[in-house]
């Protein structure tokens, strides 16, 4: 159902209530109508604003509703070949895609950045991150602790990334804002630390498309952006594989002469 800020109102500090079942948090405000002397409702993006009707039971209701809910989400943004392909098999020190794909992926971004200001900026509104071992770095195996990552000294997260690895090592704290956290117990624990981290804010998966396709296929991704560039490569690491009965809802599309900006939303459970 709509929420209409015209008769909605808030009335009290904010809550932020919890579900076991799904993990996900709500940021809520108790509200009354207007003409009862209540407060603007708060305003900013629309689409995390939903009329909670599930809390109007026992206590709760007295205390919450009618409640203006604002839900944290779960973004992934990829740039992809035509044919889904976000990296190849051969990544390495000296080719971080595969040899194959290059950076082609990436010049919209890069090169072409005026044209996909909103996109870009979306890619890094997100409050934590979580991310592969392979989007960390080229190593395998044990650690090379002189590695910091792609990025430089100071990475453009500037938050909390939570890395997931199979070998554990200390934090690392860069220049930023950015911290590196590494997550040994798997992709539920890993994205409970960074919801932790995030609050109120979203959690991104910043890929690589292996980590992706791990939380796609646990249905735990809630808007997935796709940046599909106009060439094909036939073969490598492909979003969707492995991936079983998803289904989400196309949100929204836009093309620039370099990208193509594609949103899905997870379908309601």
């Known amino acids: 159902m709509p929420v209409s800020s015209s008769w909605l109102s808030r009335t009290s ?3 932020t209530i919890s579900c076991a079942a799904c993990s996900r948090t709500w940021t ?3 509200t009354r109508r207007p003409d009862d002397g209540g407060l603007d409702p708060p305003t ?5 604003v939903t009329w909670d009707k599930s809390i109007r039971t026992g206590w709760f209701a007295y205390l919450l509703a009618p409640t203006l809910a604002v839900m944290s989400l779960v973004t992934a943004d990829i740039s992809v070949s035509l044919d889904l392909v976000a990296a190849g098999h051969d990544q390495s020190l000296e080719h971080p895609f595969g040899p194959v794909v290059g950076d082609r992926l990436h010049p919209w971004m890069f090169e072409h950045g005026d044209d996909s200001p909103d996109e ?3 890619i890094l509104r997100a409050r934590a991150y979580v991310m592969g071992r392979h989007m960390f770095g080229p190593d395998r195996g044990a650690w090379d602790l002189r590695w910091q990552g792609w990025w430089g000294s100071e990475p453009p997260y500037h938050a909390p990334a939570f890395v997931l690895c199979s070998r554990p090592r200390e934090a690392l704290t860069m220049a930023g804002g950015t911290t590196f956290h590494f997550v040994t117990e798997g992709i539920e624990t890993a994205l409970e630390r960074a919801r932790d981290a995030a609050g109120e804010g979203d959690v991104a998966i910043a890929g690589g498309p292996s980590t992706l396709n791990a939380y796609l296929g646990a249905g735990l991704v809630d808007e997935l952006r796709l940046h599909v560039v106009p060439f094909t490569v036939g073969d ?4 969707f594989d492995g991936v079983e009965d998803l289904a989400m809802v196309p949100a929204s599309s836009r093309t620039t002469p370099h990208v193509t900006h594609l949103v899905y939303r997870r379908t309601s459970p």
């Open 13 to 15: 500090k904010k809550k």
């Open 28 to 30: 809520t405000w108790p």
């Open 120 to 122: 870009i900026a979306g």
């Open 44 to 48: 900013g993006d629309l689409r995390l």
């Open 236 to 239: 490598g690491l492909r979003v």
